[in-house]
Every structure is written in C-alpha cells, then in structure tokens.
T-cell receptor, first 112, second 110 residues
Framework: QQQVKQSPQSLIVQKGGISIINCAYENTAFDYFPWYQQFPGKGPALLIAIRPDVSEKKEGRFTISFNKSAKQFSLHIMDSQPGDSATYFCAASLRTGNQFYFGTGTSLTVIP | GAGVSQSPRYKVAKRGQDVALRCDPISGHVSLFWYQQALGQGPEFLTYFQNEAQLDKSGLPSDRFFAERPEGSVSTLKIQRTQQEDSAVYLC????????FGPGTRLLVL
C-alpha cells in the first residue's frame, strides 16, 4: 500500500513557467513532509520541508502548500529553469528521525 | 563539510554471490537509514540505526539482507546469495533531524 501518492508522473514546463507537483497521504499521524530533488546518478537532495502546523512555506523559488484537512501537499517551482530538470519526490514521516515514506516521483523537464 | 559517502558506487555481482555495501555518514549524525530504490521508483525503507542499535529492520525484504553499524558510525549493508530482483540503487541517509542522502550504490545482479 502506497502511503504517499504523487502526481503527475512526468511534467514538461516552459522556462519561466510554474511547475506544480501534488502529493496526498492517508496517515494523519504524519507530521513532517519534505521534498527531495534527484538528478540522474545522484542521491536525493533536500529541497524544502514543512510541518502540518503551517499552510505554506517558501524558500526562494520553491513553495510548499499544505492542506491538512484534505491531506494533500504540493510543491510549486516558480520561474522554472532548465537546471530544475530532475526527478522530484515528496515524502512523509511520523516524526523527524523516523523513516520516510516516499512518493513515486515526478520527472520534471523544463524546456528553454 | 563532507556529506554522506557510499562505496562502491557500482557493483556487478553474479547471482548467488554475497555483496557488502558501505556507508560513511555525516560526522556526528546519530541516525542512519538504508533505502532501496528500484528504477523509476521512490526510495523504500530497509532499516534504521540509532548509534549502533538497529531499531527498525522491518523493511528488509528477506533474511538474506543484513545490516550493521558496530561502532555507531560506518554502516554496512550485506546481501547474501544475491538474486536478480536485488538489482537496485541502495541509498544511505544520515540525520540529526532531516535526512541527508549519499549518492547510492547501484547494484546489478546478473
């Protein structure tokens, strides 16, 4: 059973556009939601993370929107650049220090 | 500072061979995790250490998989009698709060 469901599987965005990736979860006990970026042949790198007590967190061009009642959260990449082309994973954990449950990933391609 | 390192980066094994994958965590990180990432999928949890204690091994797929962290720093994931379905990228992560991943070991079992 997939604990975290992620969509879309792939996404193509024009340079300068907004990339939006969505995730949904079932376990209301999750209290930490990170997003990771992974380039081919590399390990996942933390982008941004949020806890359920806030509805939005912004760091540079990256924003997480969190909807606790809908059990959904999303990553918005503003002013998308070709260098953002990578696979993005959402994840959730019961608390920091616990295992992460990852989504299946979204392959983002930003075309010039 | 140095991140999480893993070795070897690539490993080709014949079916039935034993392999050992090494993880060097970030210095001072108490927690260490191993994940398995199949092609085109997200990482899946294998096991978790806090210092030298293995607190959770519920994700290990069979008793052919064994992990240790004897001195609370370097960890080794061992796979005995490898099978083709073991082919994947094995990721190690260490954390104080959030998890920082190494580059992974890509294992191919022929």
């Amino acid at each position: 059973q997939q604990q975290v469901k992620q969509s879309p599987q792939s996404l193509i965005v024009q340079k300068g556009g907004i990339s939006i990736i969505n995730c949904a979860y079932e376990n209301t006990a999750f209290d930490y939601f990170p997003w990771y970026q992974q380039f081919p042949g590399k390990g996942p790198a933390l982008l941004i993370a949020i806890r359920p007590d806030v509805s939005e967190k912004k760091e540079g061009r990256f924003t997480i929107s969190f909807n606790k009642s809908a059990k959904q959260f999303s990553l918005h990449i503003m002013d998308s650049q070709p260098g953002d082309s990578a696979t993005y994973f959402c994840a959730a954990s019961l608390r920091t220090g616990n295992q992460f449950y990852f989504g299946t990933g979204t392959s983002l391609t930003v075309i010039p | 500072g140095a991140g999480v390192s893993q070795s070897p980066r690539y490993k080709v094994a014949k079916r039935g061979q034993d392999v050992a994958l090494r993880c060097d965590p970030i210095s001072g990180h108490v927690s260490l995790f191993w994940y398995q990432q199949a092609l085109g999928q997200g990482p899946e949890f294998l096991t978790y250490f806090q210092n030298e204690a293995q607190l959770d091994k519920s994700g290990l797929p069979s008793d052919r998989f064994f992990a240790e962290r004897p001195e609370g720093s370097v960890s080794t994931l061992k796979i005995q009698r490898t099978q083709q379905e073991d082919s994947a990228v094995y990721l190690c992560a260490s954390s104080l709060e959030t998890q920082y991943f190494g580059p992974g070991t890509r294992l191919l079992v022929l």
